[in-house]
């Protein structure tokens, strides 16, 4: 991973060059620099779900729904009204007065442009949150209708999810997407795209033709540095080097929250940590081998020992923030005996397991612990260090037997996390485990369907027991976004979805 250039404030700002103090003429203390260990990789909404492409797309396109950052709820964005037919299944969207980053108006041929590709580029990094689109068309240049293969409660929600930017379609078109989004593309979000070097910095400067009057509230220059070492990172912020580092370590946090210049905040997420099972193979293949495991684990130990006790232990399958989360579901306790004697009624006691772990310190721990408790069951647990592209290739072909990890939810609502954690027939393969009940399948769909909220909650739950009690995943703990900013910031902070709140954010004189 790419080290950014670790230069004093006044540096960096001379760094930039001259075209930035003629575009604005910004004190040094108008730089928000963002030091993370994820990665810019591409500038297309369409082609990566990766974490550090996530934040990135978020400040450069806008989308139909933004979601309010102080209560959570969904609200006008590109499209200033919307009717949804009495089925459910038609959405009509009216958009407002906007324009691009080049001063070119915002159309509904973009919007069915950018829509379309997610829904039918066979390059789509995750077409699933418009799965149940028919169709997406233009009924005049301000109206978009949208139309479903049946209702859908998610939907909305949906919409706002990161790759859902509406990008312009005159310039993916003339240029090709490739070189469109090679350096500079046209943008409809908060920000445009100054400089961008890959594996060291992405440098965004405000977008002069944004929507949202007075937005963004700060004419600062934004760099998105990548930093591999969390050493570095802490380093920097101490420095007044970067005024933002992104995750975080545990061992790090109280360290940094004695320190008078630095706000460190753990703030809310939808991240589980959980570990994968591959149903596929022995031993795991066997339902009492798998809650054998799962009764082997002391989630709160394992919690307290890892996050410094900042996260906590997980009861269910699915996050804990989401909507509809379970919190009365008793979980799997930690029970040694059981789990032995489990062990022992599934035939597969003495059975080798194969622990996949990258790199990661979080990732190591967890394979530790799980080494030692299954150990001490009588299994043979063997970890097998990777990086993260074999992690991922050897998952996806179940080629592994376990691995310790994380995941979070794009929304507060729980079918994305369901069809990608729990679903057998969504395409994610119960995230890698191959999971399949058909019972969880058709309470998936029901729970899309569903639109009073009371039964969608009992689906829900129901969805929680049965993929609790068959472990179609071991539960670990629910973790926060752990965040250290500068205190010259206001208005800051790393959403849920993983978007930073920047159009808001001021910087103090």
């Not at 380093?235 to 109280?254: S, T």
């Not at 399958?317 to 306790?333: Q, R, V």
């Not at 996949?356 to 612990?369: D, I």
Request: proline residues 6%; hydrophobic residues 40%; aromatic residues 8%.
């Amino acid at each position: 991973m790419g080290t950014a250039t670790r230069l004093p404030l006044v540096a960096a700002t001379l760094y930039l060059g001259a075209s930035v103090l003629a575009v604005h003429p910004a004190s040094a203390s108008e730089l928000i620099r963002i030091v993370s260990p994820y990665k810019t990789t591409t500038l297309d909404p369409l082609r990566s779900a990766a974490a550090g492409n996530i934040e990135t797309y978020g400040q450069l396109y806008a989308r139909l729904v933004q979601r309010n950052t102080a209560n959570g709820e969904l609200e006008a964005g590109l499209a200033e009204s919307w009717d949804i037919s009495e089925d459910g299944r038609t959405y009509t969207f009216r958009l407002r007065d906007a324009k691009f980053s080049n001063g070119t108006t915002i159309t509904a041929d973009d919007v069915v442009f950018s829509l379309s590709r997610i829904h039918d580029d066979k390059q789509s990094a995750y077409p699933a949150p418009l799965g149940a689109v028919v169709t997406i068309t233009a009924s005049d240049p301000k109206t978009v209708v949208i139309r479903l293969k049946s209702a859908f409660a998610p939907f909305l929600g949906n919409l706002e999810i990161w790759n859902m930017g509406i990008v312009s379609k005159a310039d993916v078109e003339a240029q090709g997407a490739e070189k469109a989004f090679s350096s500079a593309p046209v943008t409809s979000g908060p920000y445009a795209v100054k400089e961008w070097k890959p594996n060291d910095k992405l440098v965004l400067q405000p977008n002069e033709h944004y929507w949202r009057s007075g937005y963004p509230k700060s004419d600062a220059i934004v760099e998105l540095q990548e930093v591999a070492s969390p050493e570095t990172r802490a380093a920097m912020l101490k420095a007044g080097e970067a005024e933002v580092v992104r995750a975080v370590p545990w061992a790090q946090i109280d360290d940094l929250k004695a320190t008078d210049s630095i706000d460190m905040r753990l703030e809310p997420s939808t991240t589980i940590y959980m570990t994968l099972m591959n149903h596929k193979r022995e031993p795991f293949s066997n339902m009492k081998a798998r809650q054998a495991a799962a009764y082997a684990i002391d989630n709160k130990a394992m919690a307290k020992a890892i996050t410094r006790g900042y996260a906590e232990p997980a009861n269910t399958t699915l996050p804990g923030s989401i909507d509809f989360h379970d919190k009365d579901n008793p979980g799997i306790p930690f029970d040694s005996a059981k789990a032995k004697q489990l062990l022992i009624e599934s035939g597969m006691s003495g059975h080798e397991v194969k622990i996949l772990a990258t790199s990661g310190a979080t990732e190591q721990q967890m394979a530790l612990l799980l080494q030692a408790q299954w150990q001490a069951i009588g299994l043979k647990p063997v970890i097998v260090n990777v990086d993260s592209g074999a992690w991922w290739d050897a998952t996806a072909k179940g080629d592994y037997d376990a691995a310790a990890n994380w995941w979070y939810n794009e929304t507060p609502d729980p079918d994305l996390a369901v069809r990608w954690a729990v679903c057998g027939t969504c395409g994610s393969n119960s995230y890698n485990t191959f999971y399949a009940n058909p019972k969880v399948d058709e309470l998936v769909a029901q729970g899309t369907m569903e639109t009073d909220l009371q039964k969608r909650a009992e689906i829900y739950k129901e969805i929680q027991r049965i993929t609790t009690e068959e472990v179609s995943q071991i539960p670990l703990f629910y973790a926060p976004n752990a965040v250290a900013y500068s205190k010259n910031l206001e208005g800051i902070k790393l959403t849920p979805s993983l978007q930073w709140t920047l159009e808001d954010t001021t910087v103090a004189k």
